[in-house]
């Protein structure tokens, strides 16, 4: 094994090499429906395994991956680390099928106890992604799991979840020099809770390297793979093609100078970015090997001024617009086919709606006082929606601890479920009520609100009041015009 490779511990007793090798592109060798050569691929990936590059990240719906990861461990028994995803489809979701999705993994994967499941959720909106979370917990206290991990999280629910005690160690995101999301807010929250981040798209599905340098823009038909046509909307919407040559131009430039690769200057930045654990870079199984060219990444170091310099051609790029794995969750959508359509047939209401004989239309969240009190979570009455005081209560659990921000965000999230289950969206809010119990909570609070609704902008008022119930610190009521509703 190569003593080159740069490796990290995420937690106690769990090291990984921060190159890790991703197995994405499996599904896309897949896409004609037939399979990769299993032998051939886990002797490729034994080769990466040999030089040092032991973890390898993978996921229930990268095709094959996964099965071949398991018949690699049983022919290699070398110390390696089998990162996997799980990514449930939106709606409802059971303890049992938590189980039988890592009983799933566990027999593809030829494991006993999986050494990292990261967890990715569609709908915020939809609380059972949090159940989802505590029931794998509930499977890494049994031992089937030895750590639990995110993907594709934003800095709001990254806090949920740690303030709701959840003990992840790592969120997988998009971070690039085309993509610099990361920097507001989640790398300073991973620092500041001891969570690492995981780095996907360093190299953009292969578009900063030297193969595209002072090309003209590809034609849609030049766009061979599923990396090729999602990250070129990244390039699109970071200001297009010329801007884009500019920092290749400025990437060769630097690259040259330390005689080694595009790729390597590309993903060296992101690897000094601060709270990155490691970057990851696909391989095509069978097809080709990025080895030797990975291997630079560890034998040079970018100056000052080269950083300065790709800050300069960065900052001519239009940021890329919302916090990290928005991309999944709201437009621009920027995946393959620019949609959710090769993911996701339809999200599901959260909350079932219920029509009254006076034909209001009410829904109810399932926490214990809606039914002693005799209230509905949210009631609409033509194209208007009013919304109950709400707290951070999911059934007869605290979400959020004691983290006034994180409760927030989560009443938040019920809002949002309420409404999208009569029709309607957040920014059809037009009043927020917001009840605090500790004055000094005051400015995490608005924080928070001014986090979620940013450019909706509804009338507000904050009060100082004594709310009931042990431990809440936050209580919402909302009110919304629904502008599409018809009757």
């Known amino acids: ?106 027999d593809r994967m030829q494991s006993e106890r999986l050494d990292l499941l990261q967890f990715h959720a569609w709908n915020y909106a939809d609380p059972v992604w949090l159940d989802c979370l505590r029931w794998l917990q509930e499977c890494r206290d049994d031992g089937l799991i030895a750590h639990l991990g995110l993907t594709n999280v934003d800095t709001a629910h990254l806090r949920v979840v740690k303030s709701s005690g959840i003990d992840v160690i790592s969120n997988q995101v998009c971070f690039s020099l085309l993509d610099r999301r990361a920097r507001n807010g989640m790398t300073d929250f991973c620092r500041r809770y001891g969570v690492s981040l995981l780095c996907f798209g360093t190299v953009a599905g292969g578009f900063l390297t030297e ?33 884009f040559q500019d920092l290749l131009r400025t990437l060769d430039s630097i690259a040259r100078g330390h005689g080694v690769s595009m790729a390597n200057v590309a993903c060296r930045y992101i690897l000094d970015e601060p709270a990155v ?33 790709l800050e300069a051609s960065l900052d001519r790029l239009t940021p890329i617009p919302g916090d990290c794995g928005d991309e999944y969750r709201r437009p621009p959508f920027l995946t393959a086919s620019g949609d959710l359509s090769h993911h996701l047939e339809s999200i599901p209401k959260p909350y079932e709606p219920v029509t009254g004989a006076d034909g209001g239309v009410r829904v109810f969240s399932g926490t214990p006082w809606e039914h002693i009190a005799g209230f509905c979570r949210a009631r609409r009455y033509g194209d208007r929606i009013f919304i109950s005081g709400t707290t951070a209560t999911h059934f007869d ?6 983290d006034p921000a994180a409760q927030c965000h989560f009443i938040i999230d019920k809002i949002e479920g309420a409404l999208q289950s009569l029709g309607a969206c957040l920014a059809d809010v037009v009043r927020t009520r917001v009840y605090i119990k500790r004055l000094e909570d005051w400015e995490s609070v ?13 009338a507000n008022t904050m009060v100082q009041a004594g709310l009931i119930g042990e431990g809440y610190l936050v209580e919402m009521e909302a009110e919304a015009v629904n502008r599409n509703y018809k009757l």
């Not at 390696?80 to 049992?96: A, D, E, F, I, S």
């Open 1 to 106: 094994m190569s003593s080159a490779v740069e490796r990290i511990e995420l937690a106690p007793g769990f090291t990984v090499s921060r190159v890790l090798t991703g197995l994405w592109q499996v599904a896309d060798m897949e896409r004609d429906g037939s399979l990769v050569d299993p032998d051939t691929a886990a002797e490729a990936m034994a080769e990466y395994a040999d030089a040092g590059f032991t973890a390898f990240d993978m996921a229930d719906h990268y095709g094959s991956a996964e099965v071949i990861s398991g018949i690699f461990r049983r022919r290699y028994p070398a110390p390696v680390q089998m990162l996997t995803k799980w990514v449930p489809k939106p709606g409802p979701v059971t303890r049992r099928q938590v189980r039988e999705a890592v009983q799933l993994a566990l």
């Open 211 to 243: 193969k595209w340098l002072n090309e003209p823009e590809p034609a849609p038909e030049q766009l061979t793979s599923w990396s090729l046509m999602k990250y070129k909307r990244y390039i699109d919407t970071a200001g297009g093609w010329e801007v």
């Open 446 to 458: 608005a924080r928070a609100h001014g986090e979620r609704f940013h450019g909706i902008e509804p």
């Open 277 to 309: 654990g490691g970057i990851i870079i696909g391989a095509r199984l069978g097809e080709g090997r990025h080895i030797e060219n990975n291997l630079q990444l560890f034998q040079f170091s970018l100056a000052a001024g080269d950083r300065e310099r």
């Open 397 to 402: 659990t605290l979400i959020g601890g004691s």
